[in-house]
């Protein structure tokens, strides 16, 4: 039976300067060997991609990054030593995929396969339905700037709770693709891991 994670609610009223934040974002490849809480994961989702206005009858709902034409494609697949997660932001809550550890798959630089907790930003290309999007390089080129978002808002969270964090390139897709149960419509963009800072 697979497991859901329902998330306590983001921290939303964290005192915390965003010039602070600004002033202190940093890549940092070292960490403690500690987990990370379940209330820092759910800050830290609702950070990178939580929902700041329901959808409507009229309207879709808003997250806390813009996306192109508001599709919404990237989704945020979480890995811990516990298995790998997909985030539903609607519902803040955690939806297990399986639970096999594929942490030391997030990146091929060995030092990340340390971190406690690892993202991976996969865009679904099903979600991206305007006539904007008239092929895979327009999707692709238009996901990895939405990601960027998503990461620079994991970025300036990080810097205000004292974690480490690194969005990393090097990956190898097509494994990380086959250990994810990924489809044919979804790409991995980039990944990103963080752990408490030193």
Known sequence: MMTTIK?????????????????????????????????????LLWA???ITRPKTKRAKSRR?????????????????????????????????????????????QKMMRSAPLGLVYVADFLRMKSIFFKNDEQKMFTAAADTGFISQNVYLYCAAAGLSTAILGLVNRSKLHKRMWLGEHQTIVYTQVVGRSL
């Open 7 to 43: 998330l306590p609610p983001p921290q939303t009223d964290l005192a915390f300067p965003l010039m602070n934040a600004f002033a202190l974002r940093r890549t940092r490849r070292k960490w403690l060997d500690e987990t990370i809480s379940e209330q820092e994961i759910s800050n």
């Open 48 to 50: 990178a991609c939580g």
């Open 64 to 108: 806390t990054v813009p996306s192109a034409c508001n599709s919404q494609e990237i989704r945020v697949y979480v890995a811990m030593e516990s298995g790998l997660f997909l985030y539903y932001e609607t519902l803040h809550q955690l939806e297990e995929i399986h639970s096999e550890d594929i942490r030391q798959d997030i990146g091929t």
